[in-house]
């Protein structure tokens, strides 16, 4: 059988004995990271999948953008699996929502709140959505390798950029009752961070018995302002690469 998958357009033969996919959502940072491990060729390219092979001394892993959210999020980790992919780090940004993080931080989820609209189409909300403790060791050592700040913790995943991560700075300006004071409760709860996949991913690796971990680089601290510095996302999306591939390698050689 020569599985061929739809959405990526992939085929199976392509990514034959590939088990490490790294997952950032923006077609436009596959390469970067693909570069920062090794060698590296694109494979395909259809809607917001784009597919680009890498490998190193440590062996051969994909990089594939997953698009916004996770809806678009499910559908890659589906057909991954079904090519013969078992290990998913998402490689993402964030934004901090504790004191403390400063722009250009990392942050390592250890486990995500599901508001990500997507989970429950896999498991029930009772259900928790955690990373796997090796993909977490893996991230931690490469940050500490590469001397790069970083945070352990948990994630708020919320299907939406603006009104589910309270942002006023809207058309309407407008947000429902339910979300309104969300932002200050969650994080009262401890809760490090907002984007939009990781709970996703993390929910549908367990269900189906893969391994996830995820690690984001911070482009706002929403207790200072609300704008993204355009000239500090270069820096950042470098850092991440770098920390992502060495995870990568850590896990390929058996270290983590
Ligand atoms: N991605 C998000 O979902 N939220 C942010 O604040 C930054 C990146």
Redesign the pocket.
Known sequence: MNYYAYHLALREEEVKGIKLALLPGAPERCCKIASAFGDFEELASHREFKTVKAESEEGKILVVSTGIGGPSLSIAVEELAQLGVRLFLRVG???AIQEGIAVGDLVISEGAVRMDGASPHYAPLSYPACAHWEMVGALKKACELLRCRYHLGITCSSAT?YPG?ERYDTFSGYIISSLRGSREEWKKLGVLN???EIATLFTVARVLGLRSGAICGV??NRNEKEEVEEEKIEEIEDRLSQVAAEAARLILSGEE
């Open positions: 940004t964030c934004g950029f991560q907002y984007e939009m482009l706002v």
